[in-house]
């Protein structure tokens, strides 16, 4: 952990200023120690990062790092370990250690990312605007995004909720204007009305209640900030694609329950046919382009990892929310967000400034 990330973060049970303990130290870092709060609260800082996890997903903490917390024992706070973790926070659990399997097995770091990143942040028209920005990620997964925003960004503190921030770190553990942090989205360590920019990309639609996720970037947004979301659009009704989801959706209900391995085994079939059937006669018949109403017209160009990554990914998160047009600009609209843009493709792309310093609800 460095140390400048003590200006960001606060206790996210009582909002109070936090005060580190280091158990050692490696490179000027902190690699393994404590951050305490005079609330009584404590996060552990395991492996260069700190854990502030709190409520029904303490236990995860001590389920992950159960060397640490063995190890410290004397030197950590006394609390009750006897976790009772509720159905939301379950499902959120479920959904973490989904994507952290899923980054660890899909790890690597390509050159096509690059495009993938000015994908997604199109709706800023120029990346530049990034340039001296103190930004917040909010699911980074493994830290594909964070590496390309930090070399615009003047800082950016990159957040997940499960142990895919420790394949964000390794992806980007070289670069020193990047601060890594676990965190839930509903209860975020950090400051209101405090990052110039927040952005979270795939990551609002496999929440339980996404909306409310929403409104909590919002908060730490400071006044005449920016907010960049990417989310899952929904199919209009009797369409090819709308079918082509109906049966990814049957499969769904199985392929959320089986164990993440053999899942894995089962989606190079998949995407094997995905590429077989859809994926290769448009490179046949249109090159690199790519035509935007043909299905998985988006994976022209990308490698055969990308397509069963995605695969994977569509089968094993436990939760997926999609949206319409009007019901994700609703989202902006009674946050009371300004100069709303939204651009379509695969999915909806939304940015919006905020110009108030209320804490939403």
């Known amino acids: 952990m460095k140390k400048n990330l003590l200006n960001f973060l606060v206790c996210p049970d009582c909002g109070g200023n936090l005060n580190l303990n280091i158990f050692k130290e490696e490179n000027l870092e902190t690699k393994e120690g404590v951050l305490l709060c005079e609330c009584g609260q404590f996060f552990p800082v395991v492996n260069f990062i700190p854990r502030m996890l709190t409520g029904d997903l303490r236990g995860m903490l001590y389920e992950q790092f159960p060397d640490f917390f063995l190890e410290y024992d004397n030197l950590l706070p006394k609390e009750k370990k006897d976790f009772q973790i509720k159905k939301e926070a379950q499902k959120k659990k479920e959904t973490s250690n989904s994507f952290a399997y899923e980054w660890e097995k899909f790890s690597e770091m390509i050159k096509?990312?690059?495009e993938n990143f000015d994908f997604y942040f199109q709706p800023l028209k120029n990346t530049d605007y990034l340039k001296d920005k103190i930004i917040l990620e909010v699911g980074c997964g493994k830290g594909r995004h964070t590496f390309y925003a930090s070399k615009l960004a003047k800082e950016i503190v990159a957040v997940d909720l499960g142990k895919a921030?420790?394949?964000?770190?390794?992806n980007n553990k070289n670069l020193s204007n990047i601060y890594f942090v676990q965190a839930d989205i509903y209860n975020l360590p950090f400051k209101n009305n405090f990052f110039d920019l927040v952005f979270s990309i795939g990551v609002l639609h496999h929440l339980p209640t996404p909306e409310q996720g929403f409104r909590k970037l919002v908060n730490v947004l400071k006044n005449s900030g920016d907010i960049l979301i990417y989310v899952y659009h929904s199919f209009e009704k009797g369409t090819f694609k709308y079918y082509l989801l109906k049966c990814a959706n049957f499969f769904r209900?199985?392929?959320?329950?089986?164990?993440?391995?053999i899942l894995y085994a089962l989606c190079y079939p998949v995407a094997f046919l995905t590429f077989l059937i859809f994926i290769l006669p448009q490179k046949i018949f249109f090159g690199?382009?790519?035509k935007s109403n043909w299905p998985f017209a988006g994976y022209v160009g990308y490698p055969f990892s990308v397509i069963l990554n995605d695969t994977f990914?569509?089968?094993?998160?436990?939760?997926?929310?999609?949206?319409?047009?009007?019901e994700i600009l609703q989202w902006y609209q009674r946050a009371g967000l300004k100069d709303i843009k939204i651009l379509g493709g695969s999915g909806w792309r939304l940015l919006g400034n905020k110009d108030f310093d209320l804490i939403l609800k």
Do not use: C, G, M
Request: proline fraction near 3%; charge should be positive; avoid cysteine.
């Open 165 to 170: 921030v420790d394949v964000a770190f390794l």
């Open 288 to 290: 690199r382009r790519k």
């Open 253 to 261: 209900q199985f392929t959320t329950k089986i164990s993440h391995k």
């Open 313 to 326: 990914d569509r089968f094993s998160a436990p939760i997926e929310n999609r949206y319409s047009k009007e």
């Open 112 to 114: 096509e990312w690059k």
